[in-house]
């Protein structure tokens, strides 16, 4: 039997800024522990199918979200990712089984970003909540974050002046609830560019396997986006006149640009304000780590403001954060690199390594999501 404290924790009000992945999963995690909070966003939907950026999700995630009940929608609807090659021309140089990875799930599945959160929003609906779309954060300064005051803003123009318990700014890089803690958001940025392209093929291909082809220099990488999509990720401007593909094209789904930044705000909290996901830290999306960071930084927040201990996140959150961006900035290095010799000794080392089983165990530990510290409120073995 819940105690009074139990209850009146769940008694407090909870504003969510933003309803990406990070927004509602903290929002589901808080609806099936009994708190009622409420999630707005500034966009007009979800994510658009054929817009989506993040596609990776590991088995860390897919463990979070199976109390929940989204898990098996994920995998139903994912693309089982067996294998990732590493391929010099025609040549493999490492195939690594990504099955390997001990637990319930292989190390990591391919489903577009805006599949994933239409199945957290469908999860969300059966608690009677639903994300307040166009509708924004426009608080300049947050002045008592013990109780905090922000002013939202409609599409109509309407605003609204609220005083949540907890607010939680899972409002992606730009974060608007960052940005009125007043908050740095310290880091770098990379020279090099990464150009992606989706192609929808004529029929179904093999979407089992993820590899990145090295054109020394640069890459070329090939994930599974669905049955009949294929996503290309590249550090060449002229990658699209290298790409081999599998079958006829019948269509350029979607075609996008960006530069990558390592940064991280630290504290991730103040008061009774929270940040998650993309608001609190982002990086390479090399070992497809970005959106299932953010799903346990919210599953694990939710936790702890289930227990009353939500004081301790940001210290809990932080290692595993660093963690992240080293590892995912030492591999955006490893294939960035543009001085010959660096990159004969890569392609020499790499396979050898990939061959080594204490390494290769060590490599899908962490694409799995293994190498974070285990929620203590889900008892499976990894």
Request: glycine share 10%.
């Amino acid at each position: 039997m819940e105690d009074s404290a139990g209850r009146e924790r769940k008694s407090r009000s909870i504003l969510i800024a933003g309803a990406g992945p990070a927004g509602l999963t903290a929002a589901l995690e808080l609806a099936r522990r009994g708190f009622a909070p409420r999630i707005i966003d500034d966009g007009q939907g979800p994510t658009p199918l054929e817009e989506s950026r993040a596609l990776g999700i590991n088995a860390r995630t897919l463990t979070l979200l199976s109390p929940s009940g989204v898990t098996e929608r994920i995998v139903a609807a994912a693309q089982s990712i067996m294998h990732f090659r590493i391929r010099s021309g025609a040549k493999v140089l490492a195939d690594v089984d990504t099955r390997q990875v001990p637990g319930r799930f292989g190390a990591i599945h391919g489903l577009a970003q805006g599949a994933t959160e239409r199945l957290l929003i469908e999860a969300l609906a059966v608690y009677g909540i639903a994300p307040e779309w166009q509708t924004s954060v426009v608080a300049e300064t947050i002045a008592d974050t013990r109780k905090p005051e922000v002013t939202l803003q409609r599409a109509d123009g309407s605003m609204e002046t609220v005083r949540p318990d907890i607010l939680i700014g899972a409002d992606g890089a730009h974060s608007a609830v960052r940005k009125a803690l007043g908050a740095g958001f310290p880091g770098e940025a990379l020279e090099a560019y990464f150009y992606i392209v989706d192609f929808r093929y004529a029929k179904p291909v093999d979407s089992h396997f993820a590899e990145i082809t090295l054109c020394d220099p640069g890459m070329i990488g090939r994930l599974p986006v669905s049955s009949d999509v294929l996503r290309y990720i590249s550090t060449r401007e002229d990658f699209e006149s290298r790409i081999v593909h599998p079958d006829v094209v019948a269509e350029k789904v979607w075609v996008s640009q960006f530069r990558i930044h390592f940064r991280h705000v630290e504290p991730m909290a103040k008061g009774n304000v929270f940040l998650a996901g993309d608001a609190a830290h982002i990086h390479s999306p090399a070992g497809a780590r970005g959106m299932n960071l953010g799903i346990e930084d919210a599953c694990w927040l939710a936790w702890l403001i289930a227990e009353g201990r939500e004081e301790e996140y940001s210290a809990l959150r932080i290692p595993a954060v660093k963690q992240v961006l080293k590892q995912t900035y030492g591999l955006t290095r490893l294939i960035t690199m543009e001085n010959g010799f660096a990159i004969a000794m890569r392609n020499l080392l790499a396979p050898r390594l990939l061959g080594f089983g204490p390494f290769r165990r060590r490599l899908l530990h962490g694409v799995a999501g293994y190498d974070t510290p285990k929620p203590p409120w889900i008892d499976w073995a990894e």
